[in-house]
């Protein structure tokens, strides 16, 4: 079954510090990849994507995410961490040729310590 | 450009009322989605539609219903509320046709059924 794994409830670091959000996928061919992130009692707002071409690719607020083919991951990452970086972020995936479906990581909560 | 519109924002029923979440788009999307949020979890697809005329069933179905009689509209139904139904639903559109087009989300309807 196709899937999108996120292996940490949450992540601690602190500020100034690079941090690291992992994500893993389960999805046949080349699938397009995103991150978002939820602040408290908002909606998703979308970070990022991966479709094809240099594997570092570099969204909003600083965030940048490595994909991976080989051990199809798609980290997202982030030099130096701020406190206004703490949210809820989620991994998602859509298959290739299946631009109706969206696949959801469970989420990571990223807790920044002043 | 409003982008993705909810409504209410929040709302209390009791158990086996109706009512109907808002869902309105101002971007000409083709492809809009109903997801829930429980606490402390992941997302959770209820129903999807890619065009007007056109849904389909997600993970979760049971207890509601969608149409899709506009491009810019998507409503979905509660039928005989359950405390089950307890959660926050988030609404959110894509363009349609392009699989790599992000997800725009709405902020959410909180819905309490007691």
């Known amino acids: 079954a196709q899937s999108v794994a996120q292996p940490e409830d949450q992540v601690n670091v602190a500020e100034g510090n690079p941090l690291t959000v992992k994500c893993t996928y389960s999805?046949?061919?080349?699938?397009?990849l995103f991150w978002y992130v939820q602040y408290p009692n908002r909606g998703l707002q979308f970070l990022l994507k991966?479709?094809?071409?240099?594997?570092l690719v570099k969204g909003s607020y600083g965030f940048e995410a490595e994909f991976n083919k080989s051990q199809t991951s798609f980290h997202l990452k982030k030099p130096s961490a701020l406190v206004s970086d703490s949210a809820l972020y989620f991994c998602?995936?859509?298959?290739?040729?299946?631009?109706?479906?969206?696949?959801f990581g469970k989420g990571t909560r990223l807790h920044i310590l002043p | 450009n409003a982008g993705v519109t909810q409504t209410p924002k929040f709302r209390i029923l009791k158990i086996g009322q109706s009512m109907t979440l808002q869902c309105t788009q101002d971007?000409?999307?083709?492809?809009m989605y109903w997801y829930r949020q429980d606490p402390g979890m992941g997302l959770k697809l209820i129903y999807y539609?890619?065009?007007?005329?056109?849904?389909d069933k997600g993970e979760v179905p049971n207890g509601y219903n969608v149409s899709r009689s506009t491009t810019e509209d998507f409503p979905l139904r509660l039928e005989l509320a359950a405390p089950s139904q307890t959660s926050v639903y988030f609404c959110?559109?894509?363009?349609?046709?392009?699989?790599?087009?992000?997800?725009?989300f709405g902020n959410g309807t909180r819905l309490t059924v007691t």
């Open positions: 999805v046949s061919g080349n699938p397009y």
């Open positions: 991966y479709i094809t071409g240099d594997n």
């Open positions: 998602a995936v859509t298959p290739q040729g299946r631009d109706d479906k969206i696949i």
């Open positions: 971007m000409n999307h083709n492809y």
């Open positions: 959110a559109s894509r363009g349609g046709g392009y699989y790599n087009s992000p997800l725009h």
């Open positions: 539609s890619v065009g007007a005329g056109i849904t």
